[in-house]
Each structure stands twice: as structure tokens, then as C-alpha cells.
């Protein structure tokens, strides 16, 4: 594990959100990206080696639309980014904990990502993710 890769935030309205951060944060985001798998839009503000990732719904069956049907918009989850997402999913599954899915599949800002379910990891999702290869 390498370090913390970003800090998803689930809200309500993506464009009201984008405007407090920009003005939080004084400086505009390097991102916004769909992902259709997740039906999720998504918007990064780069700090430092960090970010924090936006996350908005694109339907109501979203994995987004259920968290906030259920909480208030918020933090939705931790990201850290690892070398090798396969070796860290085999390796955690050795240790006990559980994945929301096993198999890694493309996820914004191009990574490999899978989420391990937070029933394991003291009710936090957590997120590993890993830099797709520009030649891939």
C-alpha cells in the first residue's frame, strides 16, 4: 500500500458541491469523468499527492443514490493506491477480510479498482486502486 489515493465524497448536487470545493480549496478541478459501471460522475481536485474525488449520481439505482437515500452527502470512502491490485486482493482475502466484488474493473481517473466491503475494515469502504499502464 502506497498511499492515500483519494477521498471520495458523495453529494447530492455535483455542480453545487464542485463550486464550494473550488472556492474551499482556491482552485478549480482537473476532472470530471462518468463512470458508467458505477453510473457515478465524478470530479477530482488534485492536493498534493492527494485528491478528493466528487461523486455524483447519474440514476437512482447508483451505489451513490443508495448512500445518500440512507445518509446525509458526506465521506463515502477512502482510496489507497497500490502496486498490484491482484496481489493485495489475494493477500487481504488471506487475512480475512471480505470485497464488496473480487474482481477489479475500471474505475475513474484511470485505475483498476475494487472496494473491500466495510463490514471488514471497521465499517469504512476502502478502496485499492491501481494506475492503468498508458499502454494497456
Known amino acids: 500500500m502506497n498511499k492515500i489515493e483519494h477521498i471520495g465524497i458523495a ?3 455535483l455542480g453545487l458541491a464542485s463550486d464550494t470545493f473550488e472556492k474551499l480549496l482556491n482552485r478549480k478541478s482537473y476532472k470530471t469523468e462518468d463512470v458508467a459501471s458505477e453510473s457515478v460522475r465524478t470530479e477530482f481536485f488534485q492536493l498534493g499527492e492527494s485528491k478528493l474525488e466528487l461523486l455524483g449520481s447519474l440514476d437512482e439505482k447508483s451505489a451513490i443514490a443508495s448512500f445518500l437515500s440512507k445518509n446525509r452527502p458526506g465521506m463515502h470512502h477512502i482510496a489507497i ?10 493477500r487481504l482475502k488471506s487475512l480475512g477480510f471480505s470485497f464488496v466484488s473480487e474482481t477489479p474493473k475500471k474505475g475513474a481517473d484511470n485505475k483498476r479498482i475494487v472496494f473491500l466491503h466495510p463490514k471488514s475494515t471497521q465499517g469504512v469502504l476502502v478502496e485499492l486502486c491501481e494506475e492503468i499502464e498508458k499502454d494497456r
Not at 81 to 90: H, L, M, R, Y
Open 81 to 90: 493506491a497500490v502496486d498490484d491490485i491482484n496481489a493485495e486482493i489475494d
Open 11 to 13: 453529494v447530492s448536487d
